[in-house]
């Protein structure tokens, strides 16, 4: 089992910015991989970030170019910096982690296919 603590979630200003982290328990697999993901009230969860142990990442279109996703294995901790928020950034931000992630980092991104699941942070974004 691994438990997933987010932090770092606030209210900031269109054009801020913002870092959230994610600590792990555990992180037991060489193969595992992380995401983040988001979900705003009345619309679906969609997801952000991902990336495998390797520092392969992916992204979604609408946060390219002004989010980054990153980790420091040493300390079990999964990072996403998010530079120019926008209002439709407003969500809560959720952790993923999946030990195994076999189908590949994309397939896992696009399924939001993830074993452990954080409790997520809030984030608001105000014009």
């Known amino acids: 089992q691994v438990q997933l603590v987010e932090s770092g979630g606030g209210s900031e200003q269109s054009g801020g910015s913002l870092r959230l982290s994610c600590v792990a328990s555990?992180?037991?697999?060489?193969?595992?991989?992380m995401g983040w993901f988001r979900q705003a009230p009345g619309k679906e969860r969609e997801g952000v970030a991902a990336?495998?142990?390797?520092?392969?990442?992916t992204y979604a279109d609408s946060v390219k170019g002004r989010f980054t996703i990153s980790q420091d294995n040493a300390k079990n901790t999964l990072y996403l910096q998010m530079n120019s928020l926008k209002p439709e950034d407003t969500a809560m931000y959720y952790c993923?982690?999946?030990?195994?992630?076999?189908?590949?980092?994309?397939?896992?991104?696009?399924?939001?296919?993830?074993?452990?699941w954080g409790q997520g942070t809030q984030v608001t974004v105000s014009s």
């Open positions: 555990r992180r037991k697999y060489s193969t595992s991989c």
């Open positions: 993923a982690a999946d030990p195994l992630c076999m189908s590949g980092l994309l397939w896992h991104f696009d399924h939001a296919s993830f074993a452990y």
């Open positions: 990336i495998d142990t390797i520092d392969t990442t």
